[in-house]
């Protein structure tokens, strides 16, 4: 597979993403807040970024915290009561566009929300483009279009490493795996979920990597480009909203490439919802897709306890 093919899934979703930041709604401000407690954070050992000389920092918009300038992979646990345990598990890779996390809403509420249905969780915060070392420099930019730091004038923002998230996907399966027993899930049933970005993220752990690939995905709002779908894919669960500025108006590529090679495939196009809403907004009917996600991980046999 050629280099170009191999960096598709997440350079596409960065085009993306930067084509159609003009169409995202006045941003709230960003307020500096204090680096989170992150005690079951486990290092992933997959080096830093090249270039990276600034402070991961966090902080909080939309009453959400984010985090930027992340430049050690960590994947957090959470396991469900286990009373209610079932086995199966989810890679949750948050989104933002490659330069920040949405590690909140993409991130720990998504996983809560899968242990309170007796699934084992695991937050992957993978690297990250270097943003401006400096917060004022930040807080001033769309952190989706500012120039990397050190960057020429002008210059178009670049595409991201391909390797660092995927080398990182890669490693998170390898831990979940090698650790299965200890933390009760089957690794037969281990899948990955990612959201925007951390779709990308998704696609590229399903379609790029030789070795543990994930059980089963659900890319939620991501990229929908065509792409070649290995005849052992994975079943795919996809929730997208109408009027998402990001890939609500594409063409449905992924779904029909998927349906083509005969793989199961289950897709949810919401009326509404807009880009980035995590578990659901309330008044939008997107606010039904995670119930749907559960009914569909259940009639795909992946809830049946050990």
Same mark, same amino acid.
């Given at each position: 597979?050629?280099?170009?093919? +191999? /960096?598709?899934?997440?350079?596409?979703?960065?085009?993306?993403?930067?084509?159609?930041?003009?169409?995202?709604?006045? %941003?709230?401000?960003?307020?500096?807040?204090?680096?989170?407690?992150?005690?079951?954070?486990?290092?992933?050992?997959?080096? @830093?970024? %090249?270039?990276?000389?600034?402070? %991961?920092?966090?902080?909080?918009?939309?009453?959400?915290?984010?985090? +930027?300038?992340?430049?050690?992979?960590?994947?957090?646990?959470?396991?469900?009561?286990?009373?209610?345990?079932?086995?199966?598990?989810?890679?949750?890779?948050?989104?933002?566009?490659?330069?920040?996390?949405?590690?909140?809403?993409?991130?720990?509420?998504?996983?809560?929300?899968?242990?309170?249905?007796?699934?084992?969780?695991?937050?992957?915060?993978?690297?990250?483009?270097?943003?401006?070392?400096?917060?004022?420099?930040?807080?001033?930019?769309?952190?989706?279009?500012?120039?990397?730091?050190?960057?020429?004038?002008?210059?178009?923002?670049?595409?991201?490493?391909?390797?660092?998230?995927?080398?990182?996907?890669?490693? =998170?399966?390898?831990?979940?795996?090698? +650790?299965?027993?200890?933390?009760?899930?089957?690794?037969?049933?281990?899948?990955?979920?990612?959201?925007?970005?951390?779709?990308?993220?998704?696609?590229?752990?399903?379609?790029?990597?030789?070795?543990?690939?994930? =059980?089963?995905?659900?890319?939620?709002? /991501? @990229?929908? +480009?065509?792409?070649?779908?290995?005849?052992?894919?994975?079943?795919?669960?996809?929730?997208?909203?109408?009027?998402?500025?990001?890939? @609500?108006?594409? %063409?449905?590529?992924?779904?029909? =490439?998927?349906?083509?090679? /005969?793989?199961?495939?289950?897709?949810?196009?919401?009326?509404?919802?807009?880009? /980035?809403?995590?578990? @659901?907004?309330?008044?939008?009917?997107?606010?039904?897709?995670?119930?749907?996600?559960?009914?569909?991980?259940?009639?795909?046999?992946?809830?049946?306890?050990?």
């Amino acid at each position: 597979m050629s280099t170009i093919t +191999r /960096g598709a899934a997440i350079g596409a979703c960065l085009i993306s993403l930067l084509a159609a930041s003009a169409a995202i709604a006045q %941003e709230p401000p960003k307020t500096q807040i204090k680096a989170p407690a992150e005690p079951n954070a486990i290092p992933l050992n997959t080096g @830093g970024v %090249e270039g990276q000389t600034a402070k %991961e920092t966090w902080y909080e918009q939309w009453g959400d915290p984010f985090v +930027r300038n992340v430049s050690i992979a960590t994947l957090t646990p959470f396991l469900p009561d286990p009373a209610k345990a079932n086995g199966a598990a989810v890679i949750v890779a948050p989104g933002g566009g490659f330069r920040i996390l949405s590690m909140g809403n993409e991130g720990w509420e998504v996983a809560k929300a899968l242990n309170d249905r007796g699934v084992a969780a695991f937050v992957l915060k993978y690297r990250l483009m270097p943003t401006a070392p400096e917060w004022a420099e930040f807080d001033k930019n769309n952190p989706l279009t500012a120039p990397r730091p050190g960057a020429t004038p002008g210059a178009p923002p670049p595409l991201p490493p391909v390797t660092l998230p995927l080398e990182d996907a890669t490693a =998170a399966f390898k831990l979940v795996r090698a +650790r299965a027993k200890e933390w009760n899930i089957d690794p037969k049933r281990l899948g990955m979920m990612g959201f925007s970005a951390g779709a990308g993220t998704t696609m590229a752990a399903t379609l790029q990597s030789t070795e543990n690939k994930p =059980a089963f995905i659900a890319p939620i709002y /991501g @990229g929908q +480009r065509a792409v070649e779908v290995p005849p052992d894919a994975p079943p795919m669960f996809v929730a997208l909203a109408a009027d998402d500025p990001l890939f @609500g108006n594409n %063409e449905y590529g992924l779904i029909t =490439a998927w349906k083509k090679a /005969g793989r199961p495939v289950e897709f949810h196009l919401y009326q509404n919802g807009g880009h /980035g809403f995590g578990l @659901g907004n309330t008044g939008k009917t997107s606010t039904g897709w995670f119930p749907q996600f559960m009914i569909w991980l259940e009639s795909n046999g992946m809830l049946k306890k050990n």
